[in-house]
């Protein structure tokens, strides 16, 4: 009889198990399986995209080197593979030819390639500021003195069609200077800017830190028209130019809507983690070699360049519809056409963050 009881009991936790119930005896509580469960469903699948940064050491492109550097693709389960590129220009020519998956440069390519019929996306803005310089040489300061100068200069760019470029002829526009009336000649940044500013292939160029530090210490040039805070850029410029984002082709964002969510999610998070941190904090994070051999005055020139970072990576209101303004001045790809700034770029992916 005893062994009929215990036999039926075995049944009956069976038939327990197996309708749902839960049982002790094997060590496992029913909260525990359930979080365990809930972990798994949590954790998204694995993916992998590459993103191409204009300038990787430049600290305008600082938020996407430390988002690697603090795991923050790491944890959203995806493989970000960074590839630096010197120009925002280049970035954006890949992504539209579908080499990579997102592009790191500034907002205004994505108003620049919609005039073509082209529609990349941006999902979330790294700077509130261009954080650019227009840097004069020394032995020309007395003879340049503002954009009204600039006709027949050789002024320095990143590169053709860049966002320096760009900056480059609206500041001259401002004084009635057309494009033809200079000569816009590509240097890149760091070592190869200084160069040219040295041995005297441009007489002024738009550069960005640590590059502008550097060329101040050595007293090779001097700061002509700044652009590194969201105050100074207004002053400059007549309104909020936000610069360096992340962008990607509209059709991928449409076919990959959780992947896009997690990217955002990670450079949210580090932007942040900026805005809680010292400039030495950040810096640490980041490569050696990004100092260009000189730490402390990389983290001078971060120190003043903070107030450039966005501390949400939101869009600044009305700041499409003067940045399309500034375009229209001298941009042939969207003179007198009609943009739909709407789908230039969302807030959507950076309101749903987490």
Known sequence: MQRTIATLGVIATIILAACGGATNNAGTSPTASTAVSASAAAT????????????????????????????????QNLTVNLIDEPSGKDATSALIAGEVEASSGSYDHTIDVAGLGKNLVEVVQLLRAPGEAEMVATAKANDIKGPADFKGRNLGVTSIGSGTHGLTQYLASTKGITPDQFTPVPVGAGDTFIAAIKQGTIDA?????????????????????????????RAALGGDYPFISVYMRADWVAQNKGVVQRVVNAYVKTLKWIAT??????????PADYYAGDKDLYLSALTGSMP???????????????????????????????????????????????
């Open 44 to 75: 998204p699948v694995p993916a992998s995209l590459t993103i191409m940064v204009g300038g990787l050491n430049k600290q305008i492109y600082l938020p996407n080197k430390l988002t690697e550097a603090l795991g923050y693709f790491k944890d």
């Open 205 to 233: 160029g738009m550069t960005t830190e640590p590059t502008i530090s550097r060329l101040l210490k050595s007293g090779d040039a001097k700061v002509l028209i700044d652009l590194r805070t969201p105050e100074l850029t």
């Open 277 to 286: 941190h010292s400039p030495a904090e950040i810096a640490d994070k980041l």
């Open 308 to 354: 450039m970072y966005s501390p949400d990576g939101k869009m600044p209101a009305g700041a499409p519809d003067f940045i399309l303004k500034v375009l229209q001045t001298y941009n042939q790809n969207v003179k007198g056409k009609t943009i739909d700034l709407t789908k230039t770029w969302t807030n959507e992916y950076v309101d749903a963050a987490k």
